[in-house]
């Protein structure tokens, strides 16, 4: 069994246990016999009650995450994002999934990806988070895991890029230091997105069968829209996709593998040894995947988190 549910909101549990059986096979489906038997095996070392979190407090406790308590999430726990992106990465590491999952926010987040025929549905978020933990699972590396390492490399907030390159004008550092922030940014940024917009064209494959229907399906094939942005006195434009289908031109039953190998399929609007050389160094990175409670043993980060935590309790 893959697709299951372990945490304690009532109406997600009967909601899943009556549709379990048929979205494990829709996963087979779509995912092919050999990454779901990977799936499956990862699914249960993974997904049990301590992977569920139905309280900010706890998750935020567990996972350091802050954020809008509003909507569900799926958090990935890493370790691999202490290497500088211009070293490359050459550590070995390991990770985890939690998701926090609490009724109020379930409410919020069928308003927000639910079609009108399913509003008060709390499966098809659900399916939504859990889609995250697939690719999660099955891209090597997760897409998660990369944009984990560029996080602390980013100069500032990477989903504004206008924004950004508007406050490098006025930093007070070289002008390499600032192709770099903003090339690091436009990484993040493109992954993001790319990870956002995938799982969500899976949320609707999977759900499809079920006849229910998502408010944010991905049925628009429209072609990229690349925007561009300069930075006074340096001497670089920087392009990046601004709209449209990422998977242009891919056909849909394409776009599922293409997504699991995303390496080979991401592009760039600029060309840069170092860039090129981190994307290389993707390929050694190793990791093991973990169940919550033993990743949180062995996560130094944690601990440092917990001794400051205790600390503020004195
Ligand atoms: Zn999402």
Known sequence: MVFDYFGTVEKLKQEVDAVKERLDSRYLELLGPEQFAKLERIANRVLSRDAYFDNPADYMRATGETRDWSLPCHCFGTILSETPVKKGIQMNGIVSSAFYLSEDALKKGAKFYNGLSNAD???????????HFVFSSLQNPSIEIVSGILTPERFNDPMDIRALAKRLEHANIPANEKVMAMRVAIIEYTLKEISELGTRF???????????????????????????????????????????????????????????EWQKHIRFQFKDPIVDEFFQSLHGIKYQYLPFKEYLRRDKKHERRERRLAMKIK
Do not use: C, W
């Open 202 to 260: 899976m949320d609707t494959e999977v759900l499809r069968p079920l006849g229910v229907k998502t408010s944010v399906e991905l049925m628009d094939l429209s072609a990229p829209v690349i925007g561009s942005v300069r930075i006074n006195g340096v001497d670089s434009e920087f392009k990046y996709q601004i709209a449209g289908n990422p998977f242009h031109g891919m056909d849909k039953s394409q776009i599922i593998p293409g997504l699991l």
């Open 121 to 131: 549905q709390y499966l098809p978020v659900y399916v939504h988070e859990f889609d």
